[in-house]
């Protein structure tokens, strides 16, 4: 059980469009999930929270009108990279959490690979 | 701000034999949790093993025990009997009562046959 799924696993896309990133509990109501972003061989970085039916939590110095997340649901949570740039290539990481407190496990999915031209 | 320091960024081990991996922590809270994640080449995150601030006794999975010293702010992995399969980057990680988490910064790990 506790499965978080993301699709697409890689994208490539051109300078200047935009990509959308679905990330999918799938066994389990997700009433948080997590966006980090990670660069080869580093940590992750949490860019934001978000909690189902309300907005996300941007961590500073993500930029919010550019990482867009929407939480629609207690199993689905997209991120949409607008008007991206070879700077936004990265790994993106999303995990669900079922309650919201530091003692509930997070699930992790299993990352999409993001190359900007 | 919590931060989260991992100051071994490689370790290597033989097949069979024991290695430690070091995470120290700082935060002015009292209540938190602390996490050892799994990162294989696959990039898939797993949880190895998790400890909650407020249990004196160190938490076993398995091959896998915790040292924690609270005191200290020091929460080591230890893995015992490695296996090839072991091998990947290690993430210490803490969570705050509220559910914010910081990882450190990795330690790859490479077992030897």
């Known amino acids: 059980g506790a499965v978080v799924s993301q699709h697409p696993s890689w994208v490539i896309c051109k300078s200047g469009t935009s990509v959308k990133i679905e990330c999918r509990s799938l066994?389990?109501?997700?009433?948080?999930m997590f966006w980090y972003r990670q660069f080869p061989k580093q940590s992750l970085m949490l860019m934001a929270t978000s909690n189902e039916g309300s907005k996300a939590t941007y961590e500073q110095g993500v930029e919010k009108d550019k990482f867009l997340i929407n939480h629609a649901s207690l199993t689905l949570s997209t991120l949409t990279v607008t008007s991206a740039h070879p700077e936004d290539s990265s790994f993106y990481i999303c995990s669900a959490r079922v309650g919201t407190s530091g003692s509930d496990t997070q699930y992790f999915g299993p990352g999409t690979r993001l190359t900007v031209l | 701000a919590q931060t989260v320091t991992q100051s071994q960024p490689e370790m290597s081990v033989q097949e069979a034999e024991t290695v430690t991996l070091s995470c120290t922590y700082d935060t002015s809270e009292s209540d938190y949790y602390l996490f050892w994640y799994k990162q294989p080449p696959s990039r898939q995150m797993i949880l190895v093993i998790r400890?909650?601030?407020?249990?004196?006794q160190n938490a076993t999975e398995n091959r896998f025990s915790v040292n924690f010293q609270k005191a200290a702010k020091s929460f080591s992995l230890k893995i015992s009997d490695s296996q090839l399969g072991d091998a990947a980057m290690y993430f210490c990680a803490f969570n705050t009562n509220a559910g914010k988490s910081t990882f450190g910064d990795g330690t790859t790990l490479t077992v030897k046959p």
């Open positions: 066994d389990f109501q997700a009433t948080t």
């Open positions: 400890q909650e601030a407020y249990k004196q």
